[in-house]
């Protein structure tokens, strides 16, 4: 894994980009939560090394073992809670703070980009805030909060399991949020692509969509993705937490 900064040049290119594109748009996948200490799904310690997706995070799972499900769940939020947002988190508050917009698309669940003051967040793949019923439908989301982990797995009012709100597989995507996740992809001038392997569809497809207009975009990541050598990206080979700042420094000062 490369840990260094990419090259002055090429922070002063994106930081360029920045300052010249109207509307930027960010995507975000796990690897932008990293150096706050949220786990990975892929990688050397990603969880999917540990567990399978499909007894964790699908329905199929949770039918089956939701005691177990729920346990895993209620450690990923036990961890959200306590984790801060990391330097990089303030950077791009600070982007969206010059810009006046700055809409964020993120496949996390954590709410560190909430948590660091970012405004219009599109969650893909949902959020650990809230649960709702696993059968009888219509029932708000319930807060996720504490209480609902005393005994596993925690049920609806109705007496059927609850569930997370979160994108299980096999699942949709949130209507409303994957359709404007598209339309920025459509309008965009400049797109940040930050810590996402580019394997989980749709939200590989969006920097695909930009560069196929010849929309430029910035990605942050470590290691090399199917994105980083495509006409039209400036790959920066570095970890999020390093990289933002830096950019933040070349483009305000
Ligand atoms: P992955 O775990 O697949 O990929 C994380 C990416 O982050 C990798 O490309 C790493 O190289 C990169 N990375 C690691 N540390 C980084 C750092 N400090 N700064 C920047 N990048 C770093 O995560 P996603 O692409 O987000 O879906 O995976 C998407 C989905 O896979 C998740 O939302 C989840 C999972 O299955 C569902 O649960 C529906």
């Known amino acids: 894994m490369i840990t260094e ?6 922070i002063a290119e994106a930081a360029d980009m ?9 995507s975000t996948g796990a690897g932008m939560s990293r150096e706050s200490g949220v786990r990975t799904f892929r990688g050397e310690d990603g969880f999917w090394r540990e567990y399978r997706a499909e007894d964790l995070a699908s329905l199929e799972g949770i039918r089956k073992n939701p005691a177990l499900v ?23 508050a600070r982007i969206q703070n010059g810009k006046g917009i700055l809409p964020l698309i993120t496949q996390n669940v954590d709410g560190l980009h909430q948590k660091a003051g970012i405004k219009d967040v599109i969650e893909l ?6 649960a709702s019923c696993l059968d009888c439908c219509g029932a708000p989301g319930v807060p996720m ?8 797995p925690p049920r609806c009012s109705c007496g059927s399991i609850l569930r997370p709100d979160v994108v299980l597989f096999g699942e949709q995507l949130p ?13 965009c001038d400049l797109m940040m692509v930050i810590g996402t ?10 920097p695909l969509i930009v560069l196929r207009r010849g929309v430029k975009v910035i990605e942050i990541n470590p290691e090399e993705t199917s994105l980083s050598s495509l006409d039209g990206t400036l790959s920066l080979r570095g970890a999020a937490g390093s990289v933002l700042p830096e950019i933040v420094k070349a483009v305000y000062g």
């Open 5 to 10: 900064l990419p090259s002055g040049s090429l």
């Open 18 to 26: 920045i300052e010249a594109a109207g509307l930027t748009v960010v």
């Open 70 to 92: 729920w346990e895993w769940y209620g450690e990923r939020l036990k961890a959200c809670q306590e984790l801060e947002p990391h330097a990089g988190y303030y950077a791009l």
């Open 125 to 130: 793949h949902g959020s650990l805030r809230t």
């Open 145 to 152: 909060t504490e209480d609902l982990f005393e005994e596993l």
């Open 175 to 187: 209507e409303q949020a994957l359709k404007r996740a598209f339309r920025l992809a459509d309008s």
């Open 197 to 206: 392997s580019m394997v989980v569809y749709p939200a590989s497809s969006l």
